[in-house]
């Protein structure tokens, strides 16, 4: 890249900037131009909008911290639930749905695929099939009742069935009619949003008064119609699009397509957002998409993607709906959103089984409505694979709730002072001597000490946690707590707590302790399936329990197993095998196991018989489903004699498919794996 203004640069040192500030600057302006012109000019973008107008954002921070950087015409002015306790709860007259999620148009055209199947099954192979589009508004759903024309009920999404009455504040939003141009009774559905620019005045008004920020107009829509005081939401400006209705009286025909229905709702006196349109193939679809996509940032309001629904509604009520979601209509996101920020070091955390995981400490950035200052690294090799380095700027990516990611290195920000990660020889967290030592066949490094603070606290963690022992009253804090003062060290000290012992600890009171111990002896009885889970067995995750427990049926053959018999497990190869037959023979897991056994009573699973409808069968589950939990799930399979995996393989028989499934999705469909929605999952079950 060019370089750009060094003399004026360097002419400002003498002026009090620091050298650090103005050359991050000059980097910055350089890195910005390069893009700006690979955007505008090239149509060959390498980084996403997000990442860029995310460096734009520093340079202005810069320059607002050190006004004597900026130049007259620099480059950056050239850059382009569930229902609240406080409301009364609204029962639904039409049950509220949500669409599932396309991130790419391959994704899109599986879902066409899916839709034209069911059109067949239903003796419609031959109708005509066209898409209509609407902007996805980043806001908040919100379900309108009007009788004889007259607005008499406002309520939020809520879990779909149960929402919240937020009639007086919805009354506050002028776009909203009191009463439509015809005595009708109607329900719609539609959005309230906030501007971008009534976000930016509301978080600069509360930034003075020393009050959070909203991570985004959608968050502010939510608090807004969420006030108690509907003055306070009046003061806000909320605007709404109505896009659906859900039930008509008798009198009114009901239209034959969506966008016939966008049109009606118009003539009724709503406000339906301009920019819907109807296309006949996905290809003229993705066009739309795209030109949204790049001009999202030009409207007022906030947008995460598009919504996809075919228009006949003779169709959509032929597909009908899956346990969450429309058949006829899908929401077609936007790329995740990414930002930039700074590596500003790297930590090894130990994990239970004492391997160590480089965690990135970042400087702390807002992406996707949260605020992140770490990302794990994984292992060595992903380091060595980013080539990060202490110091670098990144990009980081965060799509939904999903965990933060390190996309990659803005070497182009390299200074020359970033610092080389290397595992060190020892971490004395660990324990003992502090060695590590690298784990054989694996990029992953562990402690050689097995039993260090970091190891334990972590390894109690998961001793009561949920899929374990499940004792709810026993969580991190208290752990800690019990740790810091010798009151446990070994698994079964749980189990001899006494109510002095803890009436001694700082902030328990006596209803506390009484609740803890209950908690503690119900936890007594356990599956084995759960101690298997609980007791930190290398290699061995939740499923390789099951497999175990259902295999061998009692600890005492278990125990007792050879290689050969484990070998053979489906699921469990020689690695495994080998670390359950070391874990056993180990004398010091040995006293352990006695020792719980002398506190605890292995029951027998109560899931052991409700029929065998899956037995032989193999399920894999991704995503989420919104009828159950996926333990829940799990649970059902196990009870009628199915089987659950952790990973998709040729030997899966289904992958139930939730909401935001991910790539085990995608693995299924490559290997030819029937998947099922959560509604045929529910059938078979």
């Known amino acids: 890249m060019p370089g750009q203004g060094r003399f004026w640069y360097t ?40 990442a860029y107008d995310s460096l734009v954002r520093e340079l202005q921070e810069i320059e607002s911290k050190y006004p004597g950087l900026k130049q007259p015409g620099g480059v ?6 569930q229902p609240l306790k406080e409301f009364a709860k609204v029962k639904h007259r039409t049950r509220q749905w949500s669409f599932d999620d396309a991130f790419d148009f391959e994704e899109l055209k599986r879902w066409e695929t899916r839709a034209r199947n069911f059109m067949d099954k239903a003796g419609l192979a031959g109708e005509k099939v066209e898409y209509c589009c609407e902007l996805k508004i980043d806001g ?43 005595d009708i009774d109607i329900t719609v559905v539609g959005e309230a949003w906030i501007s971008q620019e009534d976000l930016r005045e509301i978080n600069a008004s509360r930034a003075l008064k020393g009050e959070p920020s909203y991570a985004n107009t959608r968050n502010l829509a939510a608090g807004s119609l969420r006030q108690l005081d509907p003055k306070i939401t009046a003061s806000r400006r909320l605007d709404s699009f109505i896009y659906d209705i859900d039930a008509l009286d008798s009198e009114e025909s009901f239209p034959k397509t969506q966008s016939e229905e966008l049109e009606l709702l118009r003539e009724l006196g709503f406000q339906a ?61 936007f790329p995740a959103e990414q930002v930039t920020t700074v590596v500003e070091d790297i930590v090894l955390q130990i994990g239970r089984t004492g391997v160590l995981t480089p965690v990135a400490h970042l400087r702390p950035v807002t992406v996707a409505g949260s605020t992140v200052s770490r990302a794990t690294l994984h292992n060595e090799d992903e380091i060595r694979r980013l080539d990060v380095r202490i110091g670098d700027t990144v990009i980081l990516q965060k799509a939904g709730d999903v965990i933060p990611d390190i996309v990659s ?129 290398p290699q061995v995750g939740e499923e390789t329990a099951h497999d175990l427990a259902k295999r061998f049926e009692t600890l005492g053959k278990l125990r007792k197993a050879t290689f050969s018999e484990l070998e053979v497990i489906p699921g469990i190869g020689p690695i495994i095998a080998q670390s359950i037959v070391d874990f056993f023979a180990a004398e010091e897991n040995k006293k352990m196991i006695d020792n719980l056994l002398q506190e605890i009573i292995i029951e027998k699973a109560a899931s052991a018989a409700v029929s065998q409808n899956l037995a032989g069968k193999t399920f894999v589950l991704t995503g989420t489903l919104s009828t ?44 030819g794996v029937t998947v099922l929605s959560e509604e045929e999952f529910l059938k078979m079950l």
């Not at 103005?22 to 149509?43: F, G, N, Q, V």
């Not at 509604?313 to 979601?325: E, H, N, W």
């Not at 199915?642 to 290997?671: I, M, N």
Request: aromatic residues 8%.
């Open 409 to 537: 290195v803005v070497k182009e920000l390299r200074t020359g002072k970033e610092k080389f990660f290397e595992f060190p020889t020892h971490v004395p967290q660990c324990g003992g001597d502090g060695r590590i030592e690298r784990v054989p066949g694996q990029a992953a490094w562990r402690c050689v000490y097995k039993n260090s603070f970091a190891q334990q606290k972590r390894k109690f963690y998961h001793f009561v946690s949920k899929k374990a022992f499940d004792i709810d009253s026993l969580g991190p804090k208290i752990i800690d707590l019990l740790l810091e003062h010798n009151l446990i060290n070994e698994y079964v000290d749980i189990f001899t707590l006494k109510k002095g012992d803890l009436l001694e600890l700082p902030r328990f009171a006596e209803k506390s302790v009484d609740n803890l111990l209950s908690s503690v002896q119900t936890a007594r009885h356990v599956t084995l399936a759960r101690l298997l889970i609980a007791i930190s067995i």
């Open 140 to 182: 908040l759903k919100i379900i309108l009742a009007y009788e004889q024309g007259h607005l008499v009920q406002g309520a939020t999404r809520g879990d779909g069935v149960v929402g919240e009455d937020v009639t007086q504040n919805v009354k506050t939003i002028r776009s909203v009619p009191l009463s439509l141009r015809r």
């Open 628 to 671: 159950m939990s996926r333990d829940e799930a799990k649970e059902k399979i196990r009870q009628h004699g199915g089987d659950v995996s952790g990973s998709v393989s040729k030997e899966t028989d289904y992958v139930v498919a939730g909401e935001k499934a991910g790539s085990k999705l995608s693995q299924a469909q490559k290997l």
């Open 76 to 81: 950056e002015e050239r850059v382009g639930g």
């Open 11 to 50: 002419s400002l040192m003498a002026r009090k900037i620091p050298t650090k500030a103005a050359d991050r600057h000059a980097k910055l302006s350089e890195l910005i131009t390069h893009h700006a012109h690979l955007y505008h000019s090239l149509d060959a973008p390498e980084i996403s909008d997000e």
């Open 273 to 333: 957002n301009p920019h819907f349109a109807v296309f006949g193939s996905l290809e003229e679809v993705q066009e739309y998409y795209t030109m949204w996509n790049e001009k999202r940032h030009d409207l007022p309001y906030g947008l995460d993607g598009i919504v996809i629904k075919i228009n006949s509604r003779k169709i959509q009520d032929a597909l009908g709906y899956t346990g969450k979601s429309p058949r006829w209509g899908i929401a077609y996101k």
